[in-house]
Each structure stands twice: as C-alpha cells, then as structure tokens.
C-alpha cells in the first residue's frame, strides 16, 4: 500500500524498486470513480496533490512547470492557432493555458468527469476559471472515439493522458490512436503529448510514443520540462506535419512562470543516453 503508517505517500514504480515520496499534512478527499481512485493529500511543500491510482498527477506547486511546456511549446510553433483539441487534462491546468492564446474554441475531452468535479473544489488555482471561459467546450466522454471522428479539424491537440501502462490508457497509445490523431489536425497542425520517465521507463517513451508518432508526423521530437513531484526532468513529444519545433514563434503572454522563447528552444537538447535511444 502507498500509504505508510508513518505518514507517507509514496507512489511505487511499476517494476517495484525505486519510490517518490511526499509527508502527508492532511488528506482531503478519497473516492472511486467509475475508471479510477482518486485521491487529494495535501503536503507542506507542494500544496494539495492530485493522486490517480495512486500515481502523482499534479500539484499545486509544480504544476505550472509541466502544464506551460505542454501547451506553450505547440502553440508556439504554430503559426496561428484557432482550434485546439484537448485530449485528458481533468485538473483544468492544460485549459487553463491554452486560453492565454487569443484561440476561438479549444475542445477538451477527459474521461472521467469525477475528475473534474474533484480538480474544481481541491484545486481551483489550476483551472482558475478556465472552465468557465465561453470559448471553452468541456465533454465528459472518450477521447479518442472524439478524435476519430474529427478531420481536418484542429490546428493544434494537446494530450494529458496517464502513462500507457495504465490500463484505460492502453487504446490511446496505438498506431490507430495517432493516424487519428494525424487526421483530426489540419495540413499544418501540431501536437504534444507526455513521454514518460526518460531514466527509468525509457523504453515506455520510445516503443509506445515516438516510434509510433514518428509513423505518421513528419517531425517528430522530444523535450523536456523539469516536474519535481515526478522526481526527475520528464519527456514531452511534439508531432508536427510542416512547422519546426526547435524555430518558435515569439510569445505576447506575461506572467508566464516557466515557459519562455530561450527556454523552448533549449528543452529539445537532449543527455546523450536520451539521444541515441531514441534517434539512433
């Protein structure tokens, strides 16, 4: 069990040798979803924390870290983005920067609705009324029979999805889920999507996510963000059909706290070991 007598939550490597750990000041909520456990501990450090399946998702601290390199790095390397589809992203963070951009509608999809409704009450600071922004369209429903019926529709998707070890995560990991999701943009669309641990689940990033994306994108690369609650430096992969990631656009949105033009061009240098493993 995760959590410790001693007052504890750790979160446990699949392969059960290695552990993040965060003290737990205070538990705030503990439910089952029709898909998932969800939980919300709070921490001296980190704020309230957001625990699926007893894996860490999100947390009031570090949040911004992953979601500003998630969403700004797409966004800026299209030219004009007007449509976005998001593809998870319950805790409202992805739309939340998404709607800096001077966007018309961005549609996001998350499977699980308990999601939200626990995100909105134990972390508002992450959505921050994203989900009541008009150009925002919220579905509760299945996000890739939602992409599958979409052609040529957005500029730019984002996905915020578990990792594909998680078992309602396996069908978004799949050569049909990406042909899919290369339909659903337009001739010049962008995607972006987590990676995975680049250290000790290298390989989950590599057979499940850019060998597959490379398939169908034309270009296909990885960054990285740094997100202290996942305790190391994690991967993001972008997919794009024309534009050059690594060659952004400039950025009219202040107040940003991570996400700026050097820092975007600087994630897409790789460690060696990361490198070969994925480009040969």
């Known amino acids: 069990m995760p959590e410790t007598n001693d007052g504890w939550f750790r979160e446990i490597d699949s392969k059960d040798t290695i552990s993040v750990s965060l003290k737990v000041s205070k538990k705030l909520f503990e439910g089952k979803s029709k898909f998932q ?3 919300i501990i709070r921490n001296p450090e980190f704020g309230n924390v957001l625990i699926l399946d007893d894996g860490f998702q999100t947390t009031e601290f570090d949040e911004f870290l992953y979601h500003e390199m998630l969403v700004h790095v797409p966004m800026a390397t299209h030219p004009n983005p007007q449509e976005v589809l998001i593809v998870g992203a319950g805790d409202g963070g ?4 998404t709607l800096k951009h001077p966007v018309k509608k961005v549609v996001m999809v998350e ?8 995100s909105k009450k134990f972390l508002p600071s992450l959505s921050n009324g994203a ?39 396996k069908n978004l990991y799949t050569p049909v889920f990406f042909k899919n999701l290369f339909g659903a943009l337009k001739a010049d669309g962008v995607f ?26 034309p270009i296909t690369k990885v960054y990285l963000c740094d997100i202290p609650a996942y305790g190391t430096t994690w991967p993001l992969i972008i997919g794009s059909k024309k534009h050059d990631p690594e060659k952004p656009r400039t950025l009219k949105i202040s107040g940003l706290k991570c996400y700026n033009t050097d820092y975007h061009k600087a994630a897409f240098k790789l460690p060696n070991f990361l490198a070969q493993a994925l480009y040969g």
């Open 37 to 39: 456990d969800i939980k």
């Open 192 to 217: 972006s999507m987590q990676g995975g641990c680049k250290f000790f689940r290298s390989d989950l990033i590599k057979n499940y996510s850019f060998v597959p994306v490379s398939q169908f994108f």
């Open 111 to 118: 499977l699980d609705g308990k999601v939200i409704d626990v």
């Open 94 to 97: 992805a739309l939340r920067e």
């Open 131 to 169: 989900f009541e922004d008009k150009r925002a369209e919220v579905i509760v429903g299945d996000g890739a029979d939602y992409m599958a019926k979409c052609k040529n529709r957005f500029d730019v998707i984002i996905l915020d999805l578990t990792d594909p070890i998680m078992d309602e995560a």
